[in-house]
């Protein structure tokens, strides 16, 4: 069977991911020559990484969804309680809130990895999800970027730690567990923790998106999604 007859099936599985504030020019779409097929791919994907860029990428992205909160590494939820006891409450919330802050910061930082993994998906990839389970479209990019996304995240996850003042409210919390007795010292790698919890949300999210575009016609936003998966 031809690869244009099969456009409705290939787009249920691949209505999840894209870029935001991207012409579709930049997926190399609508360029009169290429496979209308391809296009709408190609566009389903786009449309579901630019919903998930923008719900993880805005303020409370992270820190407002229960689905995908950072929460305290486990070292300092064993000690938590003890600290709040001891007058470090504040501290202790503080902590969580600003790391979810820069987990999503970070957030944009996905949309030219999820360009790039568009681009260049493979005859072999289309079939791949195509045979999948249902957050297959999930897997193939998350299995296509995210060792690039580790990559661009770390840093960025560094500098926005830094300017909310992560560590400046982390120290006196690692000093005061270690003048208490029993409490084991927290000597957590946060800019790691946060990181690789961000890049869970991240993915959490984009399954979600696939999902609502699988089963909701009215998830499918564009033009080219509606003509096509509505065959």
Request: proline share 4%.
């Amino acid at each position: 069977m031809r690869l244009s007859k099969l456009v409705p099936f290939l787009l249920l599985p691949f209505l999840l991911t894209a870029c935001a504030g991207l012409d579709v020019r930049d997926l190399g779409l609508g360029n009169g020559g290429g496979d209308r097929a391809e296009d709408a791919i190609r566009e389903a994907l786009r449309v579901g990484t630019e919903r998930t860029v923008d719900r993880t990428g805005r303020e409370d992205g992270y820190w407002g969804n229960e689905l995908i909160r950072i929460g305290l590494p486990q070292e300092l939820q064993q000690a938590g309680d003890t600290l709040r006891r001891v007058g470090f409450a504040s501290e202790v919330d503080d902590l969580q809130r600003r790391m979810n802050r820069a987990a999503e910061a970070a957030a944009q930082e996905a949309v030219p990895v999820f360009v790039s993994a568009i681009r260049q998906m493979r005859p072999e990839d289309v079939q791949g999800v195509l045979s999948g389970e249902e957050d297959a479209a999930t897997q193939y990019l998350r299995g296509a970027s995210e060792s690039t996304l580790r990559e661009r995240y770390m840093p960025i996850v560094r500098e926005q730690m830094e300017r909310a003042d992560v560590y400046r409210v982390y120290q006196p919390l690692r000093d005061a567990a270690g003048r208490i007795p029993g409490l084991s010292s927290l000597d957590v790698d946060l800019d790691r923790y946060v990181t690789d919890h961000a890049l869970d949300g991240l993915f959490t999210i984009l399954a979600d998106e696939e999902r609502r575009i699988r089963e909701d016609p009215a998830a499918r936003t564009t033009q080219l999604l509606r003509d096509y998966f509505g065959q």
